[in-house]
């Protein structure tokens, strides 16, 4: 892993809060040169702790107003079933995220749909018919209490020595 020091840890948390600010506004917050911003930002790109830049859009303003949270089980594992129900999940714009998890389930999908009709098609009629999926559980969101995609960077931090 790439050493990083004060300067470009200030970089990702301002670049993490604002993905569009110019090379000016981050030099001036952070104190720096815009050329050194720029250098530093090319640097944290090619190492790969900036994966890509993205405009984060609001899913009600959309008319995404339904969340679900969806524990699905498999019949079996295999790495053929596992593959398969990995690329039929990846593309399906409904689901924000998958992780294959430990515990009671094999993975926890977000999925997001319009309303509530349109989230019991997606889990009756598409979820539910791909091959080996053997149950699906889903807790709907009530409310949203906290949705961020800034990640923490304190373990990051330089320790005194």
């Given at each position: ?51 890509r830049?993205v ?25 053929v ?81």
């Open positions: 892993m790439t050493e990083l020091d004060k300067f470009d840890l200030q970089l990702l948390t301002e670049l993490q809060h604002d993905g569009q600010a110019s090379n000016a506004v981050l030099a001036e917050r952070i104190h720096l040169s815009p050329s050194q911003v720029s250098r530093r930002v090319q640097r944290l790109e090619q190492a790969g702790f900036i994966e830049y405009a984060l859009l609001r899913p009600v303003a959309i008319g995404l107003g339904v969340t679900a949270f969806v524990n699905v089980s498999l019949e079996r594992h295999g790495e079933l596992t593959d398969s129900f990995d690329e039929t999940v990846r593309e399906m714009e409904e689901v924000l995220e998958c992780f294959a998890i430990s515990g009671e389930a094999d993975y926890l999908l977000r999925v997001v749909t319009p309303t509530l009709p349109a989230l019991s098609e997606f889990l009756l009629h598409r979820l539910m018919r791909i091959a080996g999926v053997r149950s699906v559980k889903s807790n709907i969101a009530l409310s949203e209490v906290k949705r961020t995609t800034r990640l923490p960077l304190g373990h990051l931090r330089a320790t005194p020595r």
